[in-house]
């Protein structure tokens, strides 16, 4: 009994301490992680986990009176083991530590894509999941590479990838191809650990866009649409590309047309995908091209998205405007974009475009 006593104390003590403090520089770098919620003693309590700081006291006697400290966001940092509570606080609080940050804009695609006008490159997903996972540990950058993070893509099984069920299908069918998860990484911000494999981070990733779109009510649109949610995600990307916001379910419309009176699609952002560039006005070649994507080549929707839609492109596919058009083309660089039935007027709005420049090729 006195044993575990003394055992007992001496846990208290250097959970707690009575001072107990490290002093110098420390040893070596590691990433820890914030959670949401976490107290003031709760962060103490992983740092100490992680030998951090001596004691959960300590730190929490440094970050007294630190209004900085409140502020802190959930995430994972850089720090030090053995360093000072105080120390620990400093690093915290400072923005450069934090690691593992990813944004990922609405209407963005796995690979790299170039403005064929500006030649200016976008950063893909796989680019920017890369980045945010580079950390300096002791000197040394590491990063999960966008090598790495297609290769995860072309060869983890749907369930180590955590893929929906809904999506399964059509990603068994694309077999090898990385861009079989197109659309399935939902934009927004996400903390990322920077020590993850590229398959956990992928389907951490493809999780939480899994948990989007179901909030978004996809599943259930899709029964009502006569959809699979799968499809309704992939018009959503097609919607995401082809129009500003204010037009979005007005294409979606025009897709529903389409696909009702079995004619091709025919949108450029489909060639445009898998040449991973952008460009409004395609060639005579590239439309040519028989791929799993080109909708002026094959009826029906691409093989997958082209993008990952953002929650106005979702809701412009699951709620469509009424309306019988079956064209659409933008006429001018403010997106002013011109919808109709006749064909005859598209071929009109399409030389209007022309007029103004629109629908020049940078080639």
Known sequence: ?????????????????????????????????IRAGDSTTAVGETLLKHGVVATVRAFVDAAHGNTAI?????????????????????????????????VIPEGRQLDDTTDMKTNVVNPGIFALISRATC???????????VADLRAAASRSTPTMLSVPRWAVGPVMELGTDHRRIEGLIAPGTFNIDPSASAETILATL??????????????????SLGLSPYDILVVASLVQQEANTQDFPKVARV???????HRTLEFDSTVNYPLDRREVATSDTDRAQRTPWNTYMAQGL???????????????????????????????????????????????????????????SAR
């Open 70 to 102: 409140s502020s802190i966001q959930p995430g994972f940092y850089r720090m030090r083991t053995e360093i000072s509570a105080a120390s620990a606080v400093a690093r915290l609080t400072d923005p450069h530590n934090r690691v593992g940050k990813l």
């Open 135 to 145: 950390v300096d540990l002791d000197g040394t950058q590491r990063c999960v590479s």
């Open 302 to 360: 691409p093989a997958t998205a082209i993008c990952s839609p953002g929650v106005d492109a979702l809701r412009a596919a699951e709620h469509p405007v009424p309306g019988d058009w079956l064209y659409f083309v933008t006429i001018d660089s403010q997106g002013t974009t011109l919808f109709t039935r006749d064909y005859q007027q598209h071929l009109a709005n399409i030389e209007l475009a022309k007029h103004n420049g629109v629908l020049d």
């Open 206 to 223: 493809i999780s939480a866009g899994a948990v989007e779109y179901m909030k978004s009510g996809l599943v259930d649109t899709a029964k």
């Open 1 to 33: 009994m006195v044993v575990a006593v003394v055992v007992g104390a001496k846990l208290w003590q250097t959970m707690l301490g009575f001072g107990n403090d490290y002093t110098g520089p420390g040893k070596r770098d590691i990433v820890i992680q």
């Open 255 to 261: 897709i529903y047309n389409r696909l009702h009176e």
